[in-house]
């Protein structure tokens, strides 16, 4: 009898099996997209996705940060109600055809987005319209929202990463409207319903915004159903016109004292390209092997093998006004500097030395493949078609990226590396306790130290 097969014995572990090779990379498909402006300005983009019987909706409009207290305030009571709907009317309308929508503000745009069954398309739609053209901002809702918000603003406040970030972005754009994206609690409590209203009637217009349908739809007829439903939202408004990003300037590193913090912050902003510059794939393909993704070789140096940090990451950040590389870990107080080094060390690696074709490829795979999976269901496409078109593009420029990806060199990717990932080119933000951190801190580079924001 075997000692495989006799009840009671020990077996020797099976001989691990390689894994197969990866197969090849499907070409990027991407849906027909059907396209009218409209006589207000309005732009409605139709993609048909018949997956499910479901319907996507996104809708963007220029806004700005001239008004950022009174822009967040309006973003959380937009759907509070109209001259003849509250906001439980609202929502139960919603309701009934399988849908909801809500608001947000970012430092480039207003932001609705909704999702229900594509057979209440037309009425999710009139809905939207009447809260475009009508919304009430009654005076019991807005104070609730105040309330809200202020809460959230001072809960944020106290948290470590939000003040990093808010230090960081002081830091890059200095006097650039996206220095400053988060109302101070003052600002906000100062806003009434009729501030709102007033805000309303200058931002909120269909002149350069997009309206993004995704789903099981006929483009003709979606395109037909919006021009009817929103017909009466019309009006130049105000335009919010952005300027240009300052380019960044690295100087000393940035600490900012948070005095008892048991771990540190550490933020760092390189230069980045917009989605149609030439480098843009290669640069996506550096910040990947360098900290974009979990096989990155920042995260297997400070997490896997140091231990210093649970989940560093640095991702490229488009705005309208220019774009950005971010990265971002929380480390443990006594090890600040260490981390720092290695973090530095790792930028420096890569903008001088190409990447293997092991990293490459690797790497690559994830891009190809987090494009097809983004584009794979209704929610993601409408996504990407919505903040496509935030930059000028359409779907068609997908594949035209993905071939771009496809095609780049190891020394593409290391030029890219050594053009915008050079660790001197860097803007560094740490929070933490400056008193057990800023000797070891300086023996790196020269540093300023701010207290943290009240």
């Known amino acids: 009898m075997s000692a495989r097969s006799e009840p009671g014995l020990l077996t020797a572990p099976a001989t691990p099996r390689p894994l197969p090779p990866l197969g090849p990379t499907r070409r990027l498909k991407v849906p027909r997209q059907t396209e009218r402006t409209l006589d207000s300005g309005l732009t409605v983009i139709v993609v048909r996705r018949p997956a499910v019987p479901l319907v996507e909706l996104r809708l963007w409009m220029p806004f700005g940060q001239a008004q950022l207290a009174r822009g967040h305030l309006l973003a959380q009571t937009l759907l509070s109600g109209t001259e003849t709907m509250s906001s439980v009317q609202i929502a139960a309308e919603l309701q009934r055809i399988g849908g909801g929508l809500s608001a947000g503000l970012d430092p480039d745009r207003l932001m609705i987005s909704g999702a229900g069954l594509a057979t209440g398309l037309d009425r999710m739609l009139e809905i939207l319209g009447e809260v475009l053209t009508g919304a009430s901002y009654p005076a019991k809702w807005v104070a609730v929202e105040r309330d809200r918000l202020v809460d959230g603003i001072q809960v944020a406040r106290s948290q470590p990463a939000h003040l990093a970030r808010t230090a960081l972005l002081k830091r890059i754009y200095g006097r650039h409207p996206y220095a400053v994206q988060t109302p101070n609690p003052e600002q906000v409590s100062a806003v009434r319903p009729a501030a709102l209203r007033t805000l309303h009637a200058q931002r909120v217009h269909p002149a350069g915004a997009v309206l993004v349908l995704v789903g099981d739809v006929r483009p003709e007829r979606a395109l037909d159903a919006a021009e009817k439903a929103l017909d009466g939202w019309n009006g130049a408004g105000h335009t919010a016109d952005l300027p240009p990003a300052p380019p960044l300037e ?32 290669a640069l996506q393909l550096a910040n990947l092997i360098f900290g974009g993704y979990f096989s990155s070789r920042w995260v297997e140096n400070i997490r896997e093998d140091k231990g210093y940090t649970y989940g560093p990451h640095s991702v490229v950040q488009h705005s309208v006004a220019g774009s950005v590389l971010l990265a971002a870990a929380e480390v443990a ?59 000028g593009l359409r779907l068609d420029f997908l594949p035209e990226y993905a071939a771009r990806l496809a095609k780049a060199s190891a020394a593409d990717v290391a030029e890219a590396a050594a053009r915008y990932l050079a660790p001197s080119r860097a803007v560094t933000v740490v929070l933490g306790d400056a008193e057990r951190i800023s000797a070891s801190l300086a023996t790196l580079a020269p540093i300023d130290t701010v207290p943290v924001p009240s």
Not at 343 to 368: F, K, M, W
Request: charged fraction near 15%.
């Open 250 to 281: 690295p100087g000393p590193l940035l600490l900012v004292d948070r005095p008892g913090s048991v771990q540190s912050s550490m933020r760092l902003a390189l230069p980045a390209v917009p989605r149609t510059h030439p480098d843009h794939a």
């Open 333 to 391: 107080t006594e090890v600040t500097a260490p981390a720092l080094v290695e973090t530095t060390y790792e930028l420096g690696r890569l903008a001088t030395v190409p990447p293997t074709s092991e990293e490459l490829e690797q790497a690559r795979q994830y891009a190809l493949g987090t494009l097809q999976l983004g584009i794979s269901t209704q929610a993601g496409l409408a996504s990407f078609v919505s903040a496509y078109a935030g930059s």
